[in-house]
């Protein structure tokens, strides 16, 4: 999972992705695809099939949850908005990467519990990005993007944690499986942008192409206790299959019987109208699709924890299942 460890510390905060474009391009090439990247900073590589007409679209977003400087303060405070959909609580006590010409490290603080007087202590307004630069204002400008940093931590039973696995995991998933791809058909591997801030990305990167078929690598919400077992999935007991009203069902139930018959663990997930992915744009742009996902315990935080087994599992699938049959 070297691989992987190298995805999630690179830095690609939504609408800013092409900060991490040289290190993007590094890793696909080591997946033996020629990496090339459009107008709007999707990353993509093609794997041409020799008699096939069909083409493949596998999309996993590159983009990562993160801040956005709003105002620097003297003493090397800095004011910021959220990138994303974060939870303002999780941010007290973060470290953070500034990222201006040259990163800068910063922490968001909090009032010691000695101190504060009320609940309105912790407000999100109180919030600061802490960079203990006397001359900030000389070196970071409003506009800049911020990292939300975190450690890559190999946890028990192949589970590992880290910020940025919210897409970084599918985008891995989709790389593997194509390294392997065993079937003639042409595919596409897309690692698309702003997918945090509204499915802008795929959105664009569709007005100039078409598809027979989009593959939605994404992840979903991996079950702890507390949560709802019916809407989140045991991490490390297989990835989940979608079935949902805008989904290619017919072709899902395909793969569910596929992945009956090759007795490979999985889950199915069921999404009534929107997925909330960028399956929708595919949909939106007349290409039939199908969401496949990777259980992911804390989503949109600095500790997202899934299985190493589940990602291996679903490129392994992926990559040896007989896409042309799927598809006549």
């Given at each position: 999972?070297?691989?992987l460890e190298?995805l ?6 939504s609408?800013?992705?092409?900060m991490?474009r040289d290190?993007l391009f590094e890793?696909f090439?080591?997946?033996?695809l020629t990496?090339k990247?459009d ?5 993509y590589?093609e ?5 096939s007409q ?6 996993a977003?590159i983009?990562?949850?993160?801040l956005?400087?709003?105002?620097v303060?003297?003493?090397?405070f800095?004011?910021f908005e ?9 941010l007290?006590c973060?470290?953070?990467i500034?990222?201006?010409?040259e990163?800068?490290y910063g ?8 101190l504060?007087?009320k609940?309105?202590d912790?407000?999100?307004?109180l919030?600061?990005?802490?960079t203990g630069?006397?001359n900030?204002?000389?070196?970071i400008?409003p506009?800049?993007?911020?990292k939300?940093k ?7 039973n192949?589970q590992?944690?880290s910020g940025a ?5 599918g ?5 593997m499986?194509v390294?392997k791809?065993?079937?003639?058909v ?7 942008t702003r997918?945090?801030?509204g499915?802008q ?5 569709l007005k100039k192409?078409?598809f ?7 992840v979903t ?10 809407r989140?999935y045991?991490v ?10 805008i ?9 569910e019987?596929?992945?009956i ?5 999985y889950?199915t997930?069921?999404e009534?109208s929107?997925p909330?992915t960028?399956?929708?744009c595919?949909v939106m742009h007349r ?9 992911l315990?804390y ?5 997202e924890t ?5 990602l291996?599992s679903?490129?392994t699938f992926l990559?040896e299942t007989d ?5 006549c």
């Amino acid at each position: 999972m070297k691989q992987l460890e190298k995805l999630v510390k690179t830095p690609a905060v939504s609408g800013f992705e092409t900060m991490g474009r040289d290190r993007l391009f590094e890793i696909f090439e080591k997946f033996d695809l020629t990496p090339k990247t459009d107008e709007y900073g999707n990353i993509y590589g093609e794997k041409k099939s020799a008699f096939s007409q069909f083409h493949i679209l596998i999309d996993a977003h590159i983009d990562e949850i993160g801040l956005i400087v709003t105002e620097v303060l003297d003493g090397g405070f800095l004011r910021f908005e959220r990138v994303g959909g974060i939870d303002p609580t999780n941010l007290l006590c973060q470290e953070v990467i500034v990222l201006a010409k040259e990163p800068i490290y910063g922490v968001i603080g909090a009032i010691p519990p000695h101190l504060a007087k009320k609940e309105e202590d912790k407000k999100e307004e109180l919030l600061l990005i802490d960079t203990g630069l006397q001359n900030a204002k000389e070196l970071i400008a409003p506009g800049t993007p911020v990292k939300l940093k975190s450690s890559y931590l190999k946890l028990k039973n192949n589970q590992i944690s880290s910020g940025a696995m919210d897409d970084r995991a599918g985008l891995l998933t989709a790389l593997m499986a194509v390294k392997k791809w065993k079937q003639d058909v042409n595919v596409t591997v897309l690692g698309s942008t702003r997918e945090e801030l509204g499915l802008q990305g795929l959105e664009l990167f569709l007005k100039k192409r078409s598809f027979d078929l989009a593959i939605v690598i994404d992840v979903t919400h991996g079950y702890f206790r507390g949560l709802n077992p019916g809407r989140s999935y045991p991490v490390g007991e297989g990835f989940t299959l979608c079935y949902g009203g805008i989904l290619d069902n017919r072709l899902t139930r395909w793969l569910e019987q596929e992945l009956i018959r090759k007795e490979i663990p999985y889950h199915t997930e069921l999404e009534p109208s929107h997925p909330g992915t960028n399956a929708y744009c595919a949909v939106m742009h007349r290409i039939p699709a199908v969401m496949m996902s990777i259980p992911l315990k804390y989503m949109h935080t600095t500790v997202e924890t899934l299985s190493e087994t589940d990602l291996k599992s679903l490129a392994t699938f992926l990559s040896e299942t007989d896409w042309n049959k799927a598809l006549c």
